[in-house]
């Protein structure tokens, strides 16, 4: 059980709601906060005129709304920023969202009646999860069109995804005994002001970035291995004199995983003696997405690191506006529903991503050249050349898709469009950006899956399957029992499907 509200939520603590089940429980203290936040925000407002609970919303807040009509406003605003458009999100990013709306609330900021908590943390648990879409949010007055559509199930309107289907959020509820949130001051504009589908996109970026990092890792450290590379690149005495925290913890994570092998060679036995040779077979220095991998990959996992600091800050935080502050009994007016900090975060890290994909694809390009490896036949091809085709398809899929990932790394929070009638004059585009590094990681899982069976079939051309270190015989055992061993060309897409699921669901070297 993680409880929600006692101290600052974790990545871990995510994680184990999202994929391992836990559930969630809110912390008594508190939740008796939220309690505290609503009734003085209740009684504060009387007789005063106060941003999005006796005013329009935005460039119409100059619009005083009566009192008979400020409950309905709520439910006008809510019902008007239905307006999602594109695919819904995944479940497990939808899950990621409700919890960063949730924790935002817990932190008795919102003047919220306490049942929307309730309802959250209740939906969250039953895995019931609002149809939100991918397209509207622009990130700078919250992720508004995309909150809205939560807003819009926790009044019991809209669609659920439920039990692997969508179905009418009334029916789901009745099924279920909920019952739909009433409006009780501004709890329309508290749901739908905030960053909360940024924050919760960013969460899920994270959990399968520092996965695909281990995985480019684990497999750059087989190839080395099983080309028989030199190990002074990967060494503890070269990478120390170069500062960084990632290259260093890069090369150590390689050793871990070539520990023990019987291919990596030690330079000092081959070229630090007297030799005759005036042109030497062997290479004296790899190709640089061989031997420049901690360099490489290094400056990714500082970036993860970096935006895990942020992303865990802004769902610890309130993204709210107004703020209601009930122990110092005022109500401050602001901007921290903007969304800049996640939007300039998810560039950088779907920019460190696609990073890791072209190294990937470089060293997948090296392996099927025979030109360039001079140990393969090409594309690695163990059947007969000319006739059969080895991996030369999968590489077409793999190229399109790294460049796909370029083309996706154009910085989002670079690109402001005023909208609003310019009250939102300069935007975050937080959602946008957080979306698609989702998008790019998911790419560059497929990736690697590609880039993973091709390994294998290296391993077998050389029959040296008994030679690889523990940690990379055992990875090849758990491969091979998805995909044995290819000869003969057959159709292999729903075999890479399930190479990139299990990449997806089992740890790799341990990173972080």
């Known amino acids: ?58 460039p119409m807040a100059q619009y005083r709304i009566s009192d008979a009509d400020t409950f309905q406003l709520q439910y006008n605003l809510i019902r008007s920023h239905s307006t999602g458009a594109g695919k819904p999100l995944s479940p ?99 749901i739908i002001n905030g960053t909360s589908a940024m924050t919760g996109a960013g969460l899920v970026n994270l959990i399968q970035a520092r996965q695909l990092l281990g995985w480019a890792v684990t497999l750059s450290a087989m190839i080395n291995e099983i080309v028989e590379a030199f190990d002074d690149h990967l060494s503890a005495e070269l990478n120390a004199v170069k500062m960084h925290t990632g290259q260093n913890t ?48 290094g400056p990714v996992y500082d970036t993860i690191i970096q935006a895990e600091k942020i992303v865990i800050q802004e769902l610890n935080s309130v993204s709210d506006n107004p703020v209601v502050d009930h122990e110092l ?46 140990k393969f036949p090409p594309f690695m091809n163990l059947g007969k050349l000319g006739f059969n ?8 899929t793999a190229t399109s898709t790294v460049a796909e ?7 989002m929070y670079v690109h402001s469009i005023p909208n609003n009638n310019d009250n939102q004059d300069i935007v975050s585009m937080g959602c946008n950006s957080a979306l698609m590094a989702n998008r790019v990681i998911a790419n560059t899982f497929e990736v690697l899956a590609i880039h993973t069976l091709t390994v294998l079939q290296a391993v077998d051309y050389l029959q040296c399957e008994e030679r690889l ?13 998805i995909y044995p061993k290819f000869i003969e060309d057959s159709p292999m897409y729903k075999d890479l499907g399930k190479i990139k699921d299990y990449l997806l669901c089992n740890e790799p070297v341990k990173m972080f």
């Open 92 to 190: 497990v990013v939808t899950k990621a969202l409700m919890i960063a709306r949730l924790s935002s609330f817990m932190q008795a900021h919102s003047g919220i009646h306490p049942e929307v908590v309730v309802l959250l943390k209740d939906l969250i648990n039953k895995n019931v999860y609002p149809c939100v879409f991918e397209h509207g949010g622009v990130g700078a007055s919250g992720d508004l069109v995309q909150l809205a559509h939560l807003a819009l199930v926790l009044i019991g309107e809209g669609e659920v995804w439920y039990e692997d289907k969508m179905q009418p959020t009334a029916e789901v509820f009745a099924r279920l005994g909920l019952k739909p949130i009433n409006i009780h001051v501004r709890e329309g504009l508290a």
């Open 405 to 411: 990932n370029q083309t996706l790394s154009f910085p």
């Open 389 to 396: 085709f080895g991996m030369q398809g999968a590489q077409f």
């Open 1 to 58: 059980m993680v409880v929600l509200g006692s101290k600052s939520l974790t990545l871990d603590e995510v994680y184990r709601v999202l994929y391992a089940g836990e559930e969630l429980s809110l912390d008594a203290a508190a939740l008796q906060q939220v309690e505290a936040s609503f009734l003085f925000l209740k009684k504060f407002s009387a007789k005063k005129l106060i941003y999005g609970i006796n005013t329009g919303f935005g």
């Open 469 to 481: 270190a523990a940690f990379s015989k055992k990875m090849y055992r758990e491969v091979r029992a």
């Open 329 to 374: 009994e005022n109500v401050f007016h602001g901007g921290n529903f903007h969304g800049d900090y996640i939007s300039l975060e998810m560039d950088k890290l779907k920019i460190a991503t696609t990073r890791l994909s072209m190294l990937a694809e470089r060293q997948l390009n090296y392996l099927l050249n025979e030109k360039l490896n001079h």
């Open 250 to 297: 890069v090369a150590a994570k390689m050793r871990e995983v070539l520990e023990g092998s019987k291919m990596v060679r030690h330079r000092p036995d081959h070229l630090y003696k007297e030799l005759e040779e005036e042109i030497f077979k062997d290479k004296v220095q790899e190709y640089y997405s061989l031997r420049c991998v901690p360099q490489i990959l």
